[in-house]
């Protein structure tokens, strides 16, 4: 069983700074991919930034310059350290991993259960 638990989620005033960490925990061979995707009301879920399977990095052209992804690959941990906070940041954000159980397994995709960011004064 594969878990992805994010944390660092909350509200906080326009122009202020966040960090989300999401650590993956269970029976885990190797990760391929891991990042962060976010979802506002009424809208679809939307890529954030991301660790690609080729070791790159994805972000969103709205948070460019704003947003950092990083990670510990020995504790599965990636994070999202978020500055200069819009109001339209406000979102559920999730916590993805792309990733095997085994040797033998194929990589399949999990999912952490989500944290609230507000953004308001």
């Known amino acids: 069983q594969v878990q992805l638990v994010e944390s660092g989620g909350g509200l906080v005033q326009p122009g202020g700074s966040l960090k989300l960490s999401c650590a993956a925990s269970?029976?885990?061979?190797?990760?391929?991919?891991m990042g962060w995707f976010r979802q506002a009301p009424g809208k679809e879920r939307e890529l954030v930034a991301q660790?690609?399977?080729?070791?790159?990095?994805n972000y969103a052209d709205s948070v460019k310059g704003r947003f950092t992804i990083s990670r510990d690959n020995a504790k599965n941990t990636v994070y999202l350290q978020m500055n200069s906070l819009k109001p339209e940041d406000t979102a559920v954000y999730f916590c993805n991993a792309e990733l095997r159980v085994s040797p033998i397994s194929r990589a399949s995709t999990y999912w952490g259960q989500g944290t609230q960011v507000t953004v308001s004064s």
């Open positions: 660790f690609t399977s080729r070791g790159t990095t």
């Open positions: 269970g029976s885990i061979f190797s990760v391929y991919a």
